[in-house]
């Protein structure tokens, strides 16, 4: 199984990105998808979720109504739109596919992890 994330980079406080992760050697409808980060010297934590079917999300409180997810089945890829970032959204962006039915939002319920893309927000 390999997560390929990409998209990540250097964007000005209010500006926008858009993180990809292309998922192969697995079936990716059946998984739930998500994406997390980490902040140097900082716990990983979850931003987002996406259902198998694309259907239901859920988000982090700090990032609701700023980002959005979302997954093309067809391109067995997720994606992660980041509009009016903030310096404290800086981090190391991690994909990962959970093959569980629930949208989970704690990082041990993911079975596999992408390496990561890093997103840096200037002040």
């Known amino acids: 199984v390999q997560l390929q994330a990409s998209g990540g980079g250097l964007v000005q406080t209010g500006g926008s990105l858009r993180l990809s992760c292309a998922a192969s050697?697995?079936?990716?409808?059946?998984?739930?998808m998500g994406w997390f980060r980490q902040a140097p010297g900082k716990e990983r934590e979850f931003v987002a979720a996406?259902?198998?079917?694309?259907?239901?999300?859920v988000y982090s409180d700090s990032v609701k109504g700023r980002f959005t997810i979302s997954r093309d089945n067809a391109k067995n890829t997720v994606y992660l739109q980041m509009n009016s970032l903030k310096p404290e959204d800086a981090a190391v962006y991690y994909c990962?596919?959970?093959?569980?039915?629930?949208?989970?939002?704690?990082?041990?319920?993911?079975?596999?992890w992408g390496q990561g893309t890093l997103v840096t927000v200037s002040s």
């Open positions: 996406i259902s198998r079917s694309g259907g239901s999300t």
């Open positions: 990962a596919a959970d093959n569980s039915a629930r949208l989970e939002v704690t990082a041990a319920a993911y079975d596999y």
């Open positions: 050697g697995l079936t990716f409808r059946w998984y739930v």
